[in-house]
């Protein structure tokens, strides 16, 4: 028979690579960030397929609440970090549009006008 980690288990690999996460947000390291996050997400779906465990976990309330506060104290930290850089993404991004849009403008301008209809 496999084993399978139990929940306790999912829950203290998710606050280690949550914890990996706050340092990778931390050096702006955003491609470590997304693989960790790739990881958490991978145990997020087992802990999902794990559910029928959740009546055992019990027995260990105080442990799993821990568990769960620690993993969404660093989550609030990555977000510290993560926001004002998707912030300044989107107005570079927002930036780029508008002078793409200005540059479209004026190219569709500068086509409508005749050499001859220059300075008349």
Known sequence: MRWMPSQIELYEEVLRLSSRMVAAARAGDWDDLIELERGID??????????????ALATEPTHKHS??????????????????????????????????????????????????????
């Open 42 to 55: 991978s145990l997020r779906n087992a802990l999902r397929a794990t559910a029928e465990e959740a009546c």
């Open 67 to 120: 568990l769960i506060r620690r993993i969404l104290e660093d989550d609030a930290e990555v977000r510290r970090h993560t926001e004002p850089w998707m912030e300044h993404l989107c107005q570079f991004l927002g930036d780029s549009t508008r002078r793409r849009d200005i540059l479209k403008a004026y190219a569709a301008d500068i086509g409508r006008v005749s050499p001859g209809s220059v300075g008349t």
